[in-house]
Structures are given as C-alpha cells and as structure tokens.
C-alpha cells in the first residue's frame, strides 16, 4: 500500500511539471472516485458525461495545487475540488 502511495505521488509530481501521461494515469486510476461523486447529480436534469468532464476539470485542478506534504490522500484532498466544479457548473447553468 505504502508502495502505491509512493507511485501516485511521483505520478502528481510529473502531472504537475506537464508530463500528460502522468495526468492521463492519475485520471484513470481515480475516475470511479470522478463518478461516485458525479452520480449524486445524476437526476438534475443535466447528461452525465458533461458532469463526468466538470467533474474531471476539477480533479485536474485538485492535481495542479495538490501539496505532498500535507500528509493526506489524494482522493480525500480531490473530492472538494470536484464537488466544487459540479456544483458551480450546476449554479452557472441553471435554466431562468
């Protein structure tokens, strides 16, 4: 496990320098963390794989301004940044 958590944060570094490989694993890895949270707004009316891709923009966001040293887990560090661009996407886009 200790093992894993090293991977992933050598993975964040390179994401973090623009390597897309590294961007492209960590989204991969964490895409059924994506769409659990995803699947709470499934029934607002909007297509989910839009929701999915906010969702995506944010876990991205979370990769960029994520800090190794503050001991915590990527998905613990991720699930804010991508509620966050959900529920911003769903308040810009509200029908009048």
């Given at each position: 496990m200790q093992e894993e958590f090293e991977n992933q944060?050598?993975?964040i570094m390179k994401a973090q320098q623009g390597d897309?490989?590294?961007m492209t694993h960590l989204l991969e890895k964490n895409?059924?963390?994506i769409w659990s949270i995803v699947r709470r707004f499934q029934d607002r009316g909007y297509e989910i794989e839009d929701l999915y891709q906010v969702g995506a923009m944010g876990f991205v966001k979370c990769i960029k301004r994520f800090d190794s040293s503050y001991d915590v887990r990527l998905s613990t560090y991720a699930v804010p940044y991508v509620l966050g661009e959900i529920?911003?996407?769903l308040r810009d886009n509200r029908a009048n």
């Open positions: 944060t050598q993975d897309e490989n590294a895409k059924g963390l529920k911003r996407y």
